[in-house]
């Protein structure tokens, strides 16, 4: 029998370690609840959850400016992981910033999450951040405690190409937009595809100081 490349082995190995740090979430926090955007991050997260066990809430928030695309990414990942409760949070009242306003994630994103947890009151949250994506996040560990929830965080080791070569493996409901340059994903208006030699983030809230939306980071992160 051939021994695979180490580069495969590598794989094999970084996939394993990450199943068992879900599976201890799992027995550490069975009320672990996860939130998605389903960015290439998201879905190989909830694959991998899944896979490790996972039957839990996996959250969605409609800001009501998703491209098309994550929606009917976000409906593929519903009809393949039934093990899981998908929820979407709609958004409620009339009186919402303009796209890209100084307030709009806050009041879009942050706060309705905000409120739902505070109603669920789990113990601990999945996140699909990786040390990869940008300085701010190069730091992360893989658990956190913001005081209100543990994060967990198993993919922040992987690297891009590590979660598109298992994204191709599993055939994964990938973002089509990801393909054509999307490498983050937000709300359409404030999104744009990422040109070569860019961060991934860079197409993120082009001409604003802002490189997170405040759900991870900030003196409002959940
Ligand atoms: S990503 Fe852009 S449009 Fe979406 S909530 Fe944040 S600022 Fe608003």
């Not at 896979?51 to 976000?74: K, Q, W, Y």
């Not at 990422?194 to 961060?199: F, L, M, N, S």
């Not at 197409?203 to 802002?210: C, I, L, P």
């Amino acid at each position: 029998m051939s021994t695979p490349a180490l580069d495969v082995l590598e794989k094999r190995v970084l996939e394993a370690k990450t199943l068992e740090t879900i599976r201890w979430a799992l027995e550490s926090y069975p009320d672990l609840m996860m939130t998605s955007g389903f960015n290439l991050n998201g879905t190989v997260l909830v694959d991998l959850a899944v896979r490790a066990g996972f039957r839990g809430e996996l959250v969605f928030i409609d800001t009501l400016s998703h491209f098309p695309e994550t929606l009917s990414t976000r409906d593929e990942i519903a009809a393949r992981y039934t093990e899981v409760t998908l929820t979407t949070l709609t958004l409620e009242g009339s009186d919402l910033p303009g796209c890209g306003a100084a307030n709009c994630c806050e009041v879009r994103k942050v706060l309705p999450l905000r409120k739902f947890l505070e109603a669920k009151q789990p113990s601990a949250l999945l996140s699909a951040r990786s040390r990869f994506q940008s300085e701010t996040r190069a730091i992360l560990n893989t658990v956190e405690d913001s005081g209100d929830y543990v994060k967990v965080n198993p993919l922040v080791e992987w690297s891009q190409e590590d979660l598109e070569a298992y994204a191709k493996k599993r055939d994964l409901p990938v973002n089509p937009l990801y393909w054509q340059g999307f490498l983050s994903i937000g709300c359409a208006p404030t999104t744009r595809a990422v040109r070569e030699g860019e961060d991934i983030r860079a197409g993120r809230w082009e001409g604003q100081s802002k490189t997170e939306c405040g759900l991870w980071w900030g003196d409002k992160a959940i």
